[in-house]
């Protein structure tokens, strides 16, 4: 069994067979793959940012030395595979329930890192139920919310999330707003929950920004690690196959129109706002109501 | 609830007329059971010449606004009363009796002398056609019903088939058996009943659907009648090559 | 001295490493393919800095960055 990298980085053993030898004794690794990752190629096409975004996550699994201890649940669509990918515990969750089987594992084993991986149509689509009631209850999982504003296993059909006159495989003249309605921003929805203690929405267009992805998404899982509350971390996304798009112009199309919709940056964090918990944020925003505000008898 | 079982493409979008229409005058949702290869098969479509929507039955009852014109009407499904449910729960069955005696629908080949009688839906009975020609051309009375609703089961045309002879059935479906009890309790005893099922989206061929048939028709079917429900298929088993997408592969 | 090594099993030839190198010197191999049909990228000539980009942008995590 792999081991998690604890200071000198080196390869996965499975990666050592094949290109250890082009490595000489008198180098070091600066960046490799991390331990938490299978060998297995991933059904990803290529240049798709759920790669990008399954590393930071392995990374941070590794980083923090949870592979023992974590167990992942993995959405229907482009990422469904993502328990062929992880070395750790992974369930394959029904579409859009992924909060709930996390809630279900996270209570059973409170001691367990339990993360919920889901795209646009299983969070905000058939899950909207499902990620609104986890994150009101307050559950301490953690949450990675891929937006790419499209279905995009099923063929690129338009998701909640798809920009207005955006063309898709079902608003194939552009969506009209007047007709299917607007987008939704999950961030900011869920911003404004007691349960929450943390959203943040990020993206990997650029080298700065993979690294801020890979810290809001390193924090949502402190959090769970400390007991704060319930964090999820929004990432806008590319789907250079159904866009239509080489890789690198998905990502222009993103800066583009994406980011003026979806703007990033953190929509709530109850530690920088001086608080250890989200029970901590809720029962000051309720200070004025005198039963919120009952201590409970022990 | 009225489900229709589409083989083709075309079907699919003709069924969806007539479902709409049976929706429609009986006030009873209903069901397109296709499966995913048939939803993700291509093949031409003719579409039906567009309707008025006038010629559609009037509805008195709908909550479309009274216009001051008529007294209110309330659509709800809650009865406090146990006596006024109970009536309104024998009132629906007999718009269901209805439903049953006029709307069976099927398609029969080869059926006017059949001793055996293949009984597929959907995609099986694409391969269970070719499997009942081959059977006939090696001289084997065989027939494919093929069941179009398959609520309200075509019972009539099992009756009919068992009044003309036909004395094993062989429910052949992409599934565990979830028609073959449909047959059973339609042949009643009349004749033997056996499955033949594959899952897991593997195809048999019609090579291998004509040796269930060969094997009814030896007469020694492995699945006595007298078992309700149908767990194993009258061939074994076949071995499986494993999975390509294994981890680490 | 800095230069990154290519892992043929996982990369798909998508070019956002070539794209995001500030030295510019990754390239895709027209002349090679993976085993699943791809031309995987590769450091086509010095002056890699170790900065990781490539390895930060690649959705495979094909890339070793060794220094």
């Known amino acids: ?298 | 609830m009225p489900v229709f079982a589409p083989s083709t493409v075309q079907e699919m979008a003709d069924l969806i007329y007539d479902a709409f229409d049976i929706a429609d005058e009986y006030r009873t949702p209903t069901m397109i059971l296709a499966d995913g290869m048939i939803g993700q098969m291509m093949e031409p479509v003719l579409l039906p010449p567009e309707r008025d929507l006038s010629s559609l039955p009037a509805k008195p009852w709908a909550t479309s606004g009274s216009k001051m014109e008529r007294k209110h009407n309330v659509i709800n499904s809650l009865y406090l009363s146990p006596n006024e449910l109970e009536n309104t729960n024998y009132e629906r069955f007999e718009r269901y009796k209805q439903i049953i005696e006029k709307h069976q629908r099927q398609e029969l080949m080869m059926c006017d002398d059949a001793e055996i009688v293949v009984v597929a839906f959907g995609a099986a009975s694409r391969i269970a056609r070719t499997a009942v020609r081959d059977a006939r051309a090696k001289g084997i009375k065989a027939g494919l019903l093929r069941p179009i609703t398959l609520w309200p089961y075509p019972t009539k045309a099992i009756d009919e088939l068992c009044e003309n002879g036909a004395r094993a059935f062989l429910s052949v479906e992409l599934n565990m058996g979830q028609m073959v009890q449909d047959v059973r309790l339609a042949v009643n005893g009349r004749a033997t009943v056996d499955f033949y099922g594959r899952t897991g989206g593997v195809l048999p061929t019609p090579e291998e659907v004509l040796e269930a048939i060969e094997t009814v028709a030896a007469g020694d079917p492995v699945v006595q009648s007298s078992e309700v429900g149908a767990v194993g298929s009258i061939l074994p088993h076949p071995k499986h090559r494993k999975s390509t997408y294994e981890r680490g592969e | 001295m800095a230069r990154i090594i290519v892992d043929d099993v996982f990369c798909k030839g998508c070019g956002l490493c070539v794209a995001a190198c500030p030295k510019g010197v990754l390239a895709l191999d027209q002349e090679r393919i993976t085993p699943k049909g791809y031309h995987p990228a590769k450091q086509v000539k010095d002056g890699c800095i170790a900065c990781s980009s490539c390895y930060l942008t690649c959705p495979d995590v094909a890339i070793t960055v060794v220094k």
């Open chain 1, 1 to 298: 069994m792999a081991k998690p990298n604890a200071g000198t980085i080196t390869l996965p053993e499975y990666q050592q067979e094949r290109i250890g030898s082009q490595i000489a004794a008198d180098e070091t690794i600066k960046s490799a793959r991390p331990h938490v990752l299978t060998d297995v190629v991933t059904n990803y096409c290529p240049g798709c940012t759920h790669g990008i975004v399954n590393r930071l996550v392995a990374e941070c699994i590794d980083e923090l030395g949870i592979e023992g201890k974590t167990v992942g649940i993995a959405p229907v669509g482009c990422s469904v595979m993502m328990y062929n990918f992880f070395n750790c515990d992974m369930i394959e969750a029904a579409h859009g329930r992924a909060p709930a089987v996390a809630t279900g594992v996270k209570r059973v084993h409170p001691e367990n890192v339990v993360f919920a991986y889901q795209g646009d149509g299983d969070l905000a689509s058939i899950g909207t139920a499902e990620t609104v009631h986890a994150a009101t209850r307050g559950e301490k999982i953690t949450v990675i919310f891929i937006n790419n504003a499209i279905y995009g296993m099923t063929g690129g059909q338009m998701a909640p999330t798809s920009l207005p006159n955006q063309v898709t495989q079902t608003s194939p003249y552009g969506r009209d707003v007047s007709k299917v309605g607007y987008p939704v921003r999950i961030a900011e929805l869920l911003s404004t929950l007691d349960g929450v203690a943390y959203v943040e929405r990020v993206t990997c267009d650029s080298r700065k920004h993979i690294m801020d992805a890979k810290k809001a998404i390193k924090k949502a899982f402190q959090n769970q690690i400390d007991g704060v509350g319930y964090s999820l971390v929004e990432v806008v996304a590319t789907c250079p196959t159904n866009w239509g798009m080489t890789p690198q112009d998905a990502f222009q199309w993103l800066r583009e129109n994406m980011l003026p919709y979806y703007p990033l940056g953190v929509y709530k964090d109850v530690v920088a706002d001086g608080f250890a918990t989200a029970a901590e944020a809720a029962l000051e925003r309720a200070k004025d109501c005198p039963i919120a505000q009952q201590k409970k008898e022990d």
